[in-house]
């Protein structure tokens, strides 16, 4: 695609269940991005992938949170027993490579009840 | 980690006037973003500026890092409707290398006609 894509566009959870968002970054990129936008803390950097490597996980706000890249391209973030204050925009972007500009999604807005 | 301050946090405009919002660093920036982000969509690329005394234009948006004060400006000439919206700067977070990115909390713009 064009673009960075993310489904669903919206999502509303109770508390405590989990949920699963995707992320399908812009084909060629190596890089993939989570971020996660709230009133409160504006935009937070949760988590990134490279390539092959290993994630770097020290954004995650909870070990409730998790995130794994399938093949190099497609991402999903998970978080389970959903709470309140995980309610927020979860944002993805790629890149080309890590020094060049991150290409963000539209987002998932996720509302938990 | 890096921590970015942005002034103001809500500017209001007349149409046609010039404007300039800053992004204030705690550290050392190795790589300044510039993004714009309309009310309930994804964050749109502007610019990135990676070089102390480095200025980038598009259309009539320029954007100026000093390295030295750790800080970057965006500034507008001219100011048209299309312009309003979220203007947040990004660095890299740890510096030196790169991964993802920690932002501001965004400067509001509103252009009055």
């Known amino acids: 695609g064009a673009g960075v894509s993310q489904s669903p566009s919206n999502k509303v959870t109770e508390k405590g269940k989990d949920v699963e968002l995707r992320c399908d970054p812009i084909?060629?990129?190596?890089?993939l991005y989570w971020y996660r936008q709230s009133l409160g803390q504006g935009l937070e950097f949760l988590i990134y992938?490279?390539?092959?490597?290993?994630?770097?996980k020290s954004g995650l706000p909870s070990d409730r949170f998790s995130a794994e890249r399938t093949g190099g391209s497609v991402s999903t973030l998970t978080i389970q027993r959903t709470q309140q204050e995980d309610s927020a925009v979860y944002l993805c972007?790629?890149?080309?490579?890590?020094?060049?500009?991150?290409?963000f999604g539209p987002g998932t807005r996720l509302t938990v009840l | 980690s890096q921590e970015l301050e942005q002034s103001p946090q809500s500017l209001i405009v007349q149409e046609g006037k010039n404007l300039t919002i800053n992004c204030t660093s705690s550290k050392t920036l190795y790589g300044l973003y510039w993004y714009k982000q309309k009310y309930g969509e994804g964050l749109i690329f502007l610019m990135m500026?990676?070089?102390?005394?480095e200025e980038k234009s598009h259309e009539k948006i320029t954007a100026k890092l000093d390295e030295k004060k750790q800080q970057s400006s965006l500034h507008i000439t001219a100011s048209q409707p299309s312009h309003a919206g979220i203007y947040l700067c990004g660095a890299d977070r740890r510096g030196g290398g790169a991964d993802g990115l920690t932002f501001g909390k965004g400067t509001h713009l509103i252009i009055q006609p």
């Open positions: 972007a790629s890149s080309s490579h890590t020094l060049s500009e991150q290409f």
């Open positions: 992938f490279q390539g092959n490597s290993a994630p770097d």
């Open positions: 500026l990676q070089k102390g005394g």
């Open positions: 084909s060629g990129h190596t890089a």
